[in-house]
């Protein structure tokens, strides 16, 4: 699974590169995603909505085993 959820961040990678941050795959535990935000993405007050909207939708419409994404302390 966690080769799939990292196809899925690698496909939507470069609209965050775009603005100037970054997401990596920290851990995938049994439908829990973790991830860290980095770059821009990291301090900007939208982050959550970005999280949210942005990278737990685009997963969990390609892979329905994903039950969330958590940022990554």
Known sequence: M???V???INKIRPMLQA???DVELVD???GVVSVRLKGA?????M???TLRNGIERALKNE?????????AK
């Open 47 to 49: 982050s959550q909505m």
């Open 19 to 21: 603005d100037g941050g």
């Open 63 to 71: 892979i329905p085993e994903v039950k969330s994404v958590v940022q």
């Open 28 to 30: 995938c535990v049994e």
């Open 41 to 45: 993405c990291a301090g900007c007050p």
């Open 6 to 8: 990292q196809n899925v």
């Open 2 to 4: 966690k080769e799939k």
